[in-house]
């Protein structure tokens, strides 16, 4: 049975909304965010392999895990990264919710934030994209497109699955 102080756990692609919808949901709910790239030193923002190592992999992946093994409730955004880290955590510990975007969305998100962004970056990190969103779909609870809304509008999805789902596992 799912515990009324599950941490919920918001996870994407870099560009999909995990932070800004983050802290707006968890003040919807009245929960404690906390942001994986803060925990990790890493900025904000939309982050390709390019600005990443496995040292930043491995911190991300060991702060989640003590993250998931507090009593909580907390709302936590994550990076795709940690998928690995959610298998292994008892799905009692958290309720996950992937946020997706089109690819015409990250594109668009991703090439505001990195113009030099090449053709051959973009097109690495759309087919990682569409890998990490199948692993996710053994994991997550809820899909939740970000295409063409606001946080705000994000967020209140999110809080109707949260608020429709099973109590039984």
């Not at 992946?61 to 998928?83: D, F, K, M, N, Y």
Request: net charge negative; with cysteine; glycine share 6%.
């Amino acid at each position: 049975m799912r515990r009324a102080t599950t941490h919920i756990v918001l996870l994407g692609a870099p560009g999909c909304g995990k932070s800004r919808t983050g802290s707006v949901f968890a003040r919807q709910i009245g929960r404690p965010f906390l942001d994986a790239n803060s925990a990790s030193d890493i900025p904000s923002g939309h982050l390709l392999h390019r600005h990443r190592s496995p040292e930043v992999d491995e911190a991300e992946r060991a702060w989640l895990g003590r993250v998931l093994a507090t009593s909580g409730p907390l709302v936590v955004s994550a990076p795709w990264e940690v998928l690995d880290v959610l298998e292994s955590i008892e799905r009692d510990r958290f309720w996950g919710v992937w946020l997706a975007a089109s690819s015409e969305t990250l594109t668009e998100r991703l090439h505001a934030d990195d113009p030099d962004l090449s053709a051959g970056e973009l097109a690495t990190y759309l087919e990682h994209y569409a890998a990490m969103a199948d692993i996710a779909a053994r994991v997550v609870d809820v899909r939740v497109r970000t295409d063409d809304r606001t946080p705000d509008r994000v967020a209140a999805e999110i809080l109707k699955g949260w608020r429709s789902r099973s109590l039984v596992a």
